[in-house]
């Protein structure tokens, strides 16, 4: 008599879900920031702006509105960017 092997039927009957943590972590928010990229570097890291002025220089000369915040954590996701290259 052929006995059936429980784990073999659950994986040939059952089909395997995705892990979503890995498909969550390949995934790359796109920034409003992103074209003006090195424009903020720049400004920031070379020529000592500070986040609140480079806010008003985005506001004035590129039309667009962030926080500080928002600011500050696409310039800290930039630089780790740049470590792992």
Known sequence: MKTLNLDHLKETLIPKSH?????RQKRRYNSKLDPYRYEILTLYNELDYSLGTIQIWLHEKKGIRVSRST???????WEDLKSKE
């Not at 600011?71 to 996701?77: A, E, F, M, S, W």
């Open 19 to 23: 892990d979503h943590n890995s498909l």
């Open 71 to 77: 600011l500050l954590t696409r310039l800290k996701y």
